[in-house]
Each structure stands twice: as C-alpha cells, then as structure tokens.
C-alpha cells in the first residue's frame, strides 16, 4: 500500500458490477413495461483500472461512458466521495455521482443522470437512468487492463 493512500481506495484492478436502470429510456419500443415504469437492462461485469490519479483527484472511478461529460463539485470524504457530472453533446445533462468504501476491498455506489441524448434523424430524445454499482479490489497489477477516461500525453 502506497504510504499516505486513502482508506477504501486502492490502485489496481478492480471488479465492477454494475446494473442500470432507464427511468426514460431514448430507444423506441424499448419499454416492455408499463408506461413509466422503470426498465432495468441486465447486470453487467467489467475489469476496471484504477489508478494513483483517479484516486487523488476524484477519490475513486468516475463514469466513462461519454467524452463529452466533466466531474465537478468532487466531495472526498474518508468513506466515499459524491460529484456532478455535466454532460454538453450527443449528451446534455446533469447526474451526480455517489460512491462509498464498506472497507479496504470493496466499493459501492450510483450514478443518476437526466438529460436529452441525440438520436441520429430521429433528433434528441430525452433521457433518465440511475446506474447502481459495487466493486471488488482484486490487486495492484492492471495488466492489460488500461485506464479509461485518460488521455496519453501527446
């Protein structure tokens, strides 16, 4: 562990579950459910890598699902951290983000954004999904596994 390293937030490879729920989804005839009823997409897992910086600067992973989103108003605390995320493209809108350490290995959290989203010639449509999520530490080696959402030095 490195010396000065927050509690609950380790470099390395990570483990996320993740599972979202579309409040309003964009996609036409995506709703089997009653109208305004939430529709939940399967859960998914992914291989994350964290690292020293994200931890730093964000206190753990942040959503990197579009290029064109900025965190702002990042809260650190010593269990978890929350923020905005401001999205201005084929996005528009605003989520906040949520995330809390239970310990030293493990992570939770959501994601809630509401917003408008381009749909090619069918226009903009609007959009609201919460994406909860835990994470499990699995070690200090990547691997192949590349950091999302950082740009190399050019």
Same mark, same amino acid.
């Given at each position: 562990?490195? &010396?000065?390293?927050?509690?609950?937030?380790?470099?390395?490879?990570?483990?996320?579950?993740?599972?979202?729920?579309?409040?309003?989804?964009?996609?036409?005839?995506? &709703?089997?459910?009653?109208?305004?009823?939430?529709?939940?997409?399967?859960?998914?897992?992914?291989?994350?890598?964290?690292?020293?910086?994200?931890?730093?600067?964000?206190?753990?992973?942040?959503?990197?699902?579009?290029?064109?989103?900025?965190?702002?108003?990042?809260?650190?605390?010593?269990?978890?951290?929350?923020?905005?995320?401001?999205?201005?493209?084929?996005?528009?809108?605003?989520?906040?983000?949520?995330?809390?350490?239970?310990?030293?290995?493990?992570?939770?959290?959501?994601?809630?954004?509401?917003?408008?989203?381009?749909?090619?010639? &069918?226009?903009?449509?609007?959009?609201?999904?919460?994406?909860?999520?835990?994470?499990?530490?699995?070690?200090?080696?990547?691997?192949?596994?590349?950091?999302?959402?950082?740009?190399?030095?050019?």
């Amino acid at each position: 562990m490195l &010396a000065g390293a927050q509690t609950g937030r380790k470099a390395g490879l990570w483990e996320v579950t993740s599972k979202t729920t579309w409040q309003q989804s964009p996609f036409a005839g995506a &709703a089997q459910e009653p109208e305004g009823s939430p529709v939940s997409a399967a859960p998914q897992t992914t291989m994350v890598c964290l690292t020293q910086e994200m931890i730093d600067k964000y206190g753990g992973p942040i959503p990197q699902a579009h290029n064109e989103c900025q965190v702002s108003n990042v809260n650190r605390t010593a269990k978890g951290m929350t923020a905005d995320w401001v999205c201005n493209g084929g996005l528009n809108g605003k989520g906040s983000i949520q995330s809390s350490w239970t310990d030293d290995n493990h992570s939770s959290g959501k994601v809630h954004f509401s917003g408008t989203m381009q749909m090619g010639q &069918a226009g903009s449509r609007p959009v609201e999904w919460t994406n909860q999520f835990t994470s499990t530490y699995k070690k200090s080696n990547c691997g192949s596994v590349k950091p999302k959402g950082e740009t190399p030095a050019q």
